[in-house]
């Protein structure tokens, strides 16, 4: 398949009073045409920096990108010039922003924030806008949109501004979207129906999708593939097939097993621990401190990447066959 986006060695910092924050270290990714990427973690975990750095969006200061590369149709977004990343965003590369309640301008018109981006990139008149932007709410589910055009945020609900950061994602054609946490403030009826959305969308766009998400539900609802983060590293990547069905990594399993069901009666199943401090992240796996299965090894040594299957890759030493000889041997002594 053709790779839409290849993500090699990314390293995002943070520099603040206390310190130098390691938010994202050496992340590798890559997400191929008309696929969708999902990657889940806990919050905090790096899964916002890296798809605002895809974007450039890092504040700088105090953050950057100090190292790594992020080659996008062949182009590695971390060399252009600003007024480069300006024309691929909202046309090559689009975002939705974590909260549509506070992603949209109060002060404008739904038709206006529709409109700006498409008449900012691209040579069309008045007219033309409104009929795009009139289509793309058709698409998008919004009922009468020629008179809702004239309406304010404030005058739509949680789940149609939801929609309408969408369609203004969607307006300009981009090939890749980016979508952060797009059903967290939404009831579960209507996350359903922008799953169903998306999954619409991407059927008649062929737009590629990275779905970051700490929801499991969603997750199994729409993705291809699922990437693992945790302290800023990706710990597992494979199949949603893989990852739900034949986890790896202890802290995979973990957040599986914390997910509440309705078959099973009594307490949850939480991770116990915290995550560590990136502002001095820890030497070996960032997990270990709080992984029941720990060796001496994983605090000493970063495991290195085990190919589980073609399509299933984990950091783990108890998933490396090396560690495995060296437990036994240990073991029988």
Request: proline share 6%; aromatic share 4%.
């Amino acid at each position: 398949m053709e790779k839409i986006l290849d993500i090699k060695d990314l390293h995002v910092t943070f520099t603040t009073y206390g310190g130098t924050v390691q938010a994202v270290r050496g992340v590798d990714l890559y997400l191929n045409k008309g696929e969708t990427l999902a990657i889940v973690g806990e919050s905090g975990c790096g899964k916002s920096v890296t798809s605002n750095a895809i974007m450039r969006l890092i504040p700088s200061p105090p953050g950057k990108i100090s190292n790594g590369t992020i080659h996008f149709k062949g182009q590695d977004l971390t060399k252009v010039s600003e007024k480069k990343m300006r024309s691929i965003r909202g046309v090559d590369i689009s975002m939705i922003f974590q909260d549509p309640m506070t992603a949209l301008n109060p002060t404008l018109t739904i038709g206006t924030q529709l409109m700006e981006g498409l008449r900012q990139h691209k040579d069309v008149s008045v007219k033309e806008a409104k009929q795009k932007a009139i289509e793309m709410m058709n698409l998008v589910g919004i009922p009468n949109p020629e008179e809702r055009l004239k309406q304010y945020p404030h005058q739509f609900s949680g789940g149609m501004r939801q929609r309408i950061v969408i369609a203004i994602a969607l307006i300009c054609e981009p090939e890749l979207l980016i979508a952060d946490e797009p059903t967290t403030a939404l009831d579960v009826t209507i996350q359903a129906q922008i799953l169903e959305l998306f999954a619409k969308i991407q059927e008649e766009t062929g737009v590629s999708i990275i779905l970051i998400t700490h929801d499991l539900g969603v997750v199994a609802k729409i993705a291809d593939r699922i990437a693992v983060m945790y302290a800023g590293k990706i710990i597992e990547t494979g199949t949603k097939r893989d990852i739900f069905y034949r986890p790896q990594h202890p802290y995979t399993k973990g957040l599986l097993h914390s997910v509440p069901r309705l078959d099973e009666k009594g307490k949850l199943h939480p991770i116990d621990g915290t995550p560590p401090d990136l502002f001095s992240p820890p030497q070996g796996c960032p997990f270990a401190a709080r992984c029941p299965l720990a060796m001496e090894v994983c605090d000493k040594v970063y495991p290195i990447k085990s190919e589980r299957s073609d399509t299933h890759q984990v950091n783990c030493w108890l998933q490396d066959e090396r560690a495995k000889h060296l437990l036994a041997e240990t073991a029988s002594k």
